[in-house]
Structure formats: structure tokens, C-alpha cells
């Protein structure tokens, strides 16, 4: 059974950085493709960023383009998010999922395991 941990969550203020991590436990990461969600008090989950288990394409959700970077350690078995230039718009809950042979794009549906969440708080 594969395992997500996120972790790297805080309080931070707006213009701040932060970096999360996820790491997989059990399972093949590299053949997973990896994506973080994130979901706001009171709305949707949302798509934040996504990354292929073939060549390591990325997808960025227009709102956060050009401000967070989503890579992945095949070795460290981790998917990172980092965050620059945070707004408190960023503030929610951000979710590690990942999808096997598939996914590296937004829809949830196409990933197969999620995380417990870490929270970041962003204040203006």
C-alpha cells in the first residue's frame, strides 16, 4: 500500500517562500506521477501542480505559474512544491497525490493515492 507524508507546511506572510516535500513510502516512485491539490476553508480542491512519471513534464495551474515549482527526487522517493512570493490566497490545506503510470495533469480523478494534508497559512 503506498503511503504519501507531506510535510513543510507553516505560518508565513505574504511575499514569504516556503518549501513542501512528500515523500512515498512502499511502491515504485518513479512510476507514479505526482501531483499537489490544494483545498481553501469553505471551496473546492483545487490543482496546483503536476509532474509525469515518464519525463518529468510539468503542469502549473495559471494561478500560481511563475511563482511555484514542482519537482521530484526519484532517489529521495519525495515530490517537492516550492512556493515564492506567497499570497494569502495561497492559504489551504495542500494535498501529495499520486497516480500510477498515468496522471501529470489536473483532473483528481486520475490519481490513485492522497496524503493527510499540511497546512499553509499565508498573512497579509
Known amino acids: 500500500q503506498v503511503h504519501l507524508v507531506e510535510s513543510g507546511g507553516g505560518l508565513v506572510q505574504a511575499g514569504d517562500s516556503l518549501r513542501l516535500s512528500c515523500t512515498m513510502s512502499s511502491g515504485t516512485f518513479s512510476s507514479y506521477s505526482m501531483a499537489w491539490f490544494r483545498q481553501a476553508p469553505g471551496k473546492e480542491r483545487q490543482f496546483v501542480a503536476a509532474?509525469?512519471?515518464?519525463?518529468?513534464?510539468?503542469y502549473h495551474a495559471d494561478s500560481v505559474k511563475g511563482r511555484f515549482t514542482i519537482t521530484r527526487g526519484n532517489g529521495r522517493n519525495t515530490v517537492y512544491l516550492q512556493m515564492n512570493s506567497l499570497k494569502p490566497e495561497d492559504t489551504a490545506v495542500y494535498y501529495c497525490n499520486a497516480a500510477y503510470y498515468q496522471g501529470g495533469d489536473s483532473d483528481s480523478q486520475n490519481y490513485d493515492y492522497w496524503g493527510q494534508g499540511t497546512q499553509v497559512t499565508v498573512s497579509s
Open positions: 509532474i509525469s512519471w515518464s519525463r518529468g513534464s510539468t
